[in-house]
């Protein structure tokens, strides 16, 4: 069983930056595509990124691209998502979650709250 806890969110003024992180406790995911999805309140839960092993690099979708970073510290078994110049439309809750055959797998966490202001 692997939990997964984000954190790091917060208020942030347009243009800022923010890091997230997600902590998985009860087992390893380096044999995991680690992905990180956002929601907005009465919205469907859009996908933000995912970090593939195979190549040990991200891959993002083209709202964040070049503005936020995926990457991992196996040693403390934790995913980071780095955002940058941030906008007011990147305002959701953010949650992150393991990537098998390129879907979610597994149990969603909390999620973290980012709010940024225009």
């Known amino acids: 069983q692997v939990q997964l806890v984000e954190s790091g969110g917060g208020l942030v003024q347009a243009g800022g930056s923010l890091k997230l992180s997600c902590a998985a406790s009860?087992?390893?995911?380096?044999?995991?595509?680690m992905a990180w999805y956002r929601q907005v309140p009465g919205k469907e839960r859009e996908w933000v990124g995912t970090?593939?092993?195979?190549?040990?690099?991200?891959l993002y979708a083209d709202s964040v691209k070049g503005r936020f970073t995926i990457f991992r510290d196996k040693a403390k078994n934790t995913v980071y998502l780095q955002m940058n110049s941030l906008k007011s439309e990147d305002t959701a809750i953010y949650y992150c979650i393991r990537h098998v055959g390129g879907k979610p797998f597994g149990d969603w966490g909390q999620g973290t709250q980012v709010t940024v202001s225009s």
């Open positions: 009860g087992r390893t995911f380096s044999g995991y595509n």
């Open positions: 970090f593939t092993r195979t190549f040990d690099g991200a």
